[in-house]
């Protein structure tokens, strides 16, 4: 007799949908995650360095392929995750755990043999952060008519990652290296060119508001959303226009993709996919260019839904967001941000680049695809790391 799921495997697509992005703060949209789900974290180790070392695509697409061979270990499940530049943050429930433990075995493989990268990947119960006295919630955000992504509140996930990072209390988050390991990349695509400003500016921000902070946390994350709009006057921020993509050409590199797909190299395997990318890559050109139809492929609406599903900002306990600015937008930005920063209100980190990068999980062209968005040379990776020294230099003032 098959076992049939827990009722609370569900718990994520029976969340209501909000649609406004600005509903991010709205503590009453979020649900508590159940006590019996388990938070999955990646991350690249060194990634700075090889960001620096000009590798900062291996480094995205790593963090993507994350989210991608997580999507394909739990078909079954609508899977709660946030994309974070250099890796990603999942939550599963434990029915689940056997298979996606398999997965991050598989991507951490994957980064090795197939990038030189080593990811971390680890897992903290739901419950033993709870024991701890740390929330943690979902939002569930209506990113377009075919998406619905999550929205992460509470300091859990924060702590989990410290936990993480730092093996508190003699702990080991981290996934086992024994047992089985098998990560599946279909969906992972890498075909567009990088995405250059149309303003000046492709700025990568985190904003999360200071612990203790006097106000509600929400007033200050509004206090944000409404300075942005002030300053955008209202106009959409995100770096992805039709106008603006272009499709990688006939010998453009699909390295990545290929490695990925492929699970190689180089060798038949790896050509054979390089050669795959390559062929989409010319039909869906020339369904755009014609506005007809092969298959799910809508050429005459698909980069309406791909600029519809683009993951260009996000809430994950902080604000997160990839942002098309003229310099003087980004400017005014930054002050207001110092100025929050010198009263002990938030704290931030920023990058700026005359790019963005896009990489995409396509499950169908009919809609189900989704376009992860980082600045180019950095991104979120690096505006993390100045959003801890600010955490640092607000602690060390106390």
Known sequence: M???????????????AFETFSDVVRSELYRDVPSSWHVLLSDVRGSTLAIEAGRYRDVNAVGVATIVALRNAVPDLDLPYVFGGDGATALVPGSHLDAVES????????????????????????????????????????????????????????????WVKSATDGHNFAVSEDGPSHADFEGFECR?????????????????????????????????????DRVMDKVNP??????????????????????????????????????????????GRLLRSTG???????????????????????????????????PDQ???????LEARFEERRLVF??????EALVTCLVKDYGGDHVHFIDGSNGGYALAAKELKRRQRQLTDSR
């Open 330 to 336: 980004t400017a005014q930005l930054v002050r207001w």
């Open 238 to 283: 995100s770096p992805v226009s039709q106008q603006q993509m272009r499709a990688q050409g006939l010998f453009g590199d699909y390295s990545t993709e290929a490695r990925l797909r492929s699970q190689a190299r180089q060798g038949p395997a790896f050509t054979a996919a390089t050669r795959y990318a390559r062929q989409q890559t010319a039909v």
């Open 103 to 162: 997965c991050l075995r598989g991507v951490r493989r994957a980064a090795r043999e197939l990038f030189d990268l080593e990811l971390r990947v680890a897992k903290v119960a739901v419950a033993t952060l709870m024991a701890s006295g740390h929330r943690l919630r979902v939002g569930r955000f209506a990113l377009s008519r075919h998406v619905r992504l999550a929205m992460f509140e509470g300091d859990g996930f924060q702590v989990a990652e410290s």
């Open 192 to 228: 567009w060119q990088p995405v250059k400003s149309r303003r000046g500016e492709v700025v990568s921000l985190i904003v999360v508001a200071a612990l203790g902070v006097s106000d509600n946390p929400e007033q200050v994350y509004r206090a944000f959303l409404e300075e942005l």
């Open 2 to 16: 098959t076992q049939s799921p827990p009722l609370d495997a569900n718990f994520f697509a029976d969340l209501p």
């Open 292 to 326: 007809k139809r092969a298959g799910t492929y809508d050429g005459a609406t698909y980069l309406d839904d791909f600029v519809a599903n683009a993951d260009f900002r996000k809430f994950d306990g902080g604000l997160r967001m990839v942002l098309d600015l003229e």
């Open 349 to 354: 980190g920023v990058h700026q680049a005359h």
